[in-house]
């Protein structure tokens, strides 16, 4: 849907429906088989706290900015990563970052922190700068008018930046046999169905199990080629041995009694950013790509900036990529990574005007958090002036979740952020994309939110 006003074009972008109404048991089970992000009701867009019943608990949808903040940061120690969350993330990453809890999850932490300290981060400009360049020039040798899928190719993109930043010994097979295999990974796991509202334990199967162990295998084998390599070149030689992740992974200590990670931590990590790392960037880049093909005035707003800007030196790139972030960060508000995190409260408590019970669950969805209408002005419209000064420091820290908040907030928020932008720039100044005619956008929640159908684009070169 297009409105237009003086300031210009303010579009609509595909998202479901809310229900009227709030869906019965049986009509949830199928719609978060289907796809989760339609089970929400206008009443949730609404409402800063609301309860509704599961078969094994209460649950809370929270978005309000003051509760979340009690339940990510003022109190989290109460809320832990509840059954159905530790399930999904048990395939595979269940002894990493993005899973473990207490002194575990301390450790890892500090172990990992200095790759993704703002100065580590800024220094990677180069590396992805060139990763940009290579897919440019590969889209260069395309005929005008050649199609692509968007979305593949962002996947393929973020995958060779991985390859040069943080694992800088590459990934090891083939980047489309991977990506390949992180679909069906995220397909299998990101599937909630009966047995997990009904509270059924870990150890009954679920639809897909088969398949799932077969990408499993399969991630396995690629991760302890990286492994090998990276233990081959550090017995060598380790003072010429690249201090990306993988070197901190394999030297990370624990203080209190100076043990390396077990494998099963080292692989867990190693899954957890190759997934995390590249998908939800990913799913970021095409998302914000498809949003400028149905915006031109801001497609053109970039291109200008990027025109002046990668002109320059690298150094500070990032910082006066202003315009281009906004963009981004629109993008990650109206189609955010991850549309949904939860939570167990293992004490009572009190969030808003709700008596919270020991064993709540607790659900707090950016994706419904960043179109709450008691937050955002035209919270549906797509409008990346939210974003830019002054109105960027406006915005409530605990209304705008791209990447979590709290201790647990994503290690990798800054790279992801940096990463899309600069991409974004370099693109944008040299291509126009147009999405295919008859083409379905339509969101799609897998653990992270990807296009369901991908976004097949015709490319065309734009005046550089």
Not at 164 to 179: A, C, V
Not at 325 to 345: G, W
Not at 371 to 382: M, N, T
Not at 441 to 448: A, G, K, M
Request: aromatic share 8%; glycine share 6%; with cysteine.
């Amino acid at each position: 849907m297009l409105d237009r006003s003086p300031t210009g074009i303010n579009y609509r972008p595909p998202a479901p429906e809310p229900p009227a109404t709030r869906l019965g048991l049986i009509e949830i089970i199928r719609t978060l088989r289907r796809n989760p992000l339609e089970c929400w009701s206008a009443e949730f867009f609404r409402e800063p706290v609301a309860m509704i019943r599961l078969p094994f608990a209460r649950a809370f949808l929270v978005h309000d900015p003051a509760a979340i903040k009690r339940v990510l940061l003022d109190n989290a120690d109460n809320y832990r990563k509840d059954p159905i969350q530790r399930r999904i993330l048990s395939s595979g990453i269940a002894d990493g970052l993005l899973s473990v809890e207490g002194s575990r999850w301390e450790v890892q932490r500090r172990s990992l922190a200095p790759l993704f300290a703002k100065r580590t981060v800024a220094s990677f400009t180069e590396a992805m700068l060139t990763a940009a360049h290579e897919l440019a020039e590969k889209w260069s040798r395309f005929d005008d008018g050649a199609v692509v899928d968007a979305a593949a190719e962002m996947t393929m993109l973020t995958l060779n930046v991985l390859a040069l930043t943080i694992f800088s010994d590459g990934i090891g097979g083939d980047f489309e046999e991977f990506r390949e295999a992180m679909n069906a990974y995220f397909g299998v796991i990101g599937r909630i169905g009966a047995l997990d509202l009904f509270g059924a334990p870990e150890f009954v199967p679920r639809p897909g199990r088969a398949r799932l162990r077969r990408t499993m295998s399969y991630f396995e084998r690629i991760i302890d080629e990286i492994v090998e390599t990276r233990r081959r070149r550090l017995a060598c030689s380790a003072d010429t041995a690249p201090n990306d992740l993988l070197t901190l992974l394999l030297r990370a200590l624990d203080p209190s009694t100076g043990q390396p990670m077990s494998l099963a931590e080292v692989r867990s990590n190693i899954l957890t950013f190759l997934s995390a790392g590249h998908e939800t960037t990913a799913n970021s880049l095409a998302w914000t790509i498809f949003l400028l093909s149905q915006a031109p005035e801001w497609r053109m707003r970039v291109r200008e900036e990027a025109e002046r800007e990668l002109s320059g030196p690298a150094a500070g790139l990032p910082d006066r990529l202003v315009v281009t972030r906004a963009v981004v960060e629109e993008a990650l508000r109206l189609y955010p990574p991850i549309a949904a995190l939860s939570r167990m409260s293992e004490r009572p408590d009190r969030l808003g005007s709700h008596e919270v019970g020991a064993r709540s669950l607790i659900v707090i969805a950016p994706y419904v958090l960043h179109r709450h209408k008691r937050l955002w002005d035209r919270p549906d419209v797509f409008d990346p002036a939210r974003f830019l000064p002054p109105a960027r420091s406006e915005v409530p820290r605990f209304a705008y979740l791209p990447f979590g908040a709290g201790p647990r907030t994503c290690i990798g928020s800054s790279f992801a952020l940096q990463e899309a932008t600069i991409v974004l720039a370099m693109l944008m100044r040299r291509f126009d994309l147009e999405l295919l005619p008859g083409t379905r956008v339509w969101p799609l929640q897998r653990i992270t939110l990807r296009p369901a159908h991908g976004l097949p684009m015709r490319i065309t070169r734009g005046p550089n």
